[in-house]
């Protein structure tokens, strides 16, 4: 025999359980109602892009924005003295210095 914590625990599990399904079954619906209103426009869009080639109108393209003009550069700035070159570094000698003699 099962005693009566026991039922109620269950009882309470299965309204829980229940709740997670109507959240889930409204979370589905409304996902599907966006892919729905999402391909609609995409079809509304298509079907306006064919009307427009049948038609033989160019296509809609946005007008290209004015480049700014170039910046007028300022006056050169004067050459910094050159550096000197720095010095080579000497190649390591060829011997290891963990040789065995």
Not at 13 to 38: C, G, N, P, T, Y
Not at 54 to 60: H, K, L, N, R
Not at 71 to 93: F, I, N
Request: without cysteine.
């Amino acid at each position: 025999m099962t005693t009566s914590y026991i039922l109620e625990r269950q009882k309470e599990l299965k309204k829980i359980k229940q709740l997670e399904r109507q959240a889930e079954a409204s979370a589905m619906q409304m996902a599907m109602e966006k892919a729905v209103a999402q391909k609609a426009a995409s079809d509304a869009r298509i079907a306006e892009k064919l009307k427009r080639i049948e038609s033989g109108d160019a296509p809609a393209t946005p007008e290209p924005k004015a480049k700014a003009a170039p910046k007028a550069k300022a006056e050169p700035k004067a050459k910094a003295a050159p550096k000197a070159k720095a010095q080579a570094k000497k190649p390591a000698s060829k011997k290891s210095p963990f040789r065995r003699k």
